[in-house]
T-cell receptor
Framework: DAGVIQSPRHEVTEMGQEVTLRCKPI?????LFWYRQTMMRGLELLIY????????DSGMPEDRFSAKMPNASFSTLKIQPSEPRDSAVYFC????????????FGPGTRLTVT | KNQVEQSPQSLIILEGKNCTLQCNYTVSPFSNLRWYKQDTGRGPVSLTI?????NTKSNGRYTATLDADTKQSSLHITASQLSDSASYICVVVINTGGFKTIFGAGTRLFVKA
């Protein structure tokens, strides 16, 4: 199994631009999580999906952030417009529903907004 | 006050030595506690997952303990190796009708030759 796949691995963009991060969960997993990690705040859960439906988006920082999961094998996290304070590493993780806590993380996308 | 506190923030040990990392939490109702290892530039990898009834769980040279009464957990690393250099993150999952994860800030471990 290839594990959780994220793209791009690195993204540098200018303030105000739209950024789209992509994630392919492990085949057969039906829960998907988006996290953000910074030195100041550590790991934070942004949103999680179960069976493609957003269950808890209370961690999404503001309306500039949106996430979608159109099917079981793909999810996106979009930031529009991006700001320098959005600079962070964004991780996607997936798990089997019956083992909610056994999450497998992707390699992350390092986002830099200048 | 952090809901999941880890100590120390960082630690330097010599290769071959043992070490213990601490995690204290205040959140409830408790569902499970996880320890993750995160190498630099990579995503976290699960080491152990412990539920309320489990006191000890091992994964190779890693042994986690849990005292749900005092809300304390520890991760003991035996005979450390250079590859153990990483951040170790304690995560507590609570069940308030839905699952919520609370992350500790992590302990940064450096193993020196």
């Amino acid at each position: 199994d290839a594990g959780v796949i994220q793209s791009p691995r690195h993204e540098v963009t200018e303030m105000g631009q739209e950024v789209t991060l992509r994630c392919k969960p492990i085949s057969g997993h039906n829960s998907l999580f988006w996290y953000r990690q910074t030195m100041m705040r550590g790991l934070e859960l942004l949103i999680y999906f179960n069976n493609n439906v957003p269950i808890d988006d209370s961690g999404m920082p503001e309306d500039r952030f949106s996430a979608k999961m159109p099917n079981a094998s793909f999810s996106t996290l979009k930031i529009q417009p991006s700001e320098p304070r959005d600079s962070a590493v964004y991780f996607c993780a997936s798990s089997l529903d019956r083992k909610f806590y056994e999450q497998y993380f992707g390699p992350g996308t390092r986002l830099t907004v200048t | 006050k952090n809901q999941v506190e880890q100590s120390p923030q960082s630690l330097i040990i010599l290769e071959g030595k043992n070490c213990t990392l601490q995690c204290n939490y205040t959140v409830s109702p408790f569902s499970n506690l996880r320890w993750y290892k995160q190498d630099t530039g990579r995503g976290p990898v699960s080491l152990t997952i412990m539920t309320f009834s489990e006191n000890t769980k091992s994964n190779g040279r890693y042994t986690a303990t849990l005292d749900a009464d005092t809300k304390q957990s520890s991760l003991h690393i035996t005979a450390s190796q250079l590859s153990d250099s990483a951040s170790y993150i304690c995560v507590v999952v609570i069940n308030t009708g839905g699952f919520k994860t609370i992350f500790g800030a992590g302990t940064r471990l450096f193993v020196k030759a």
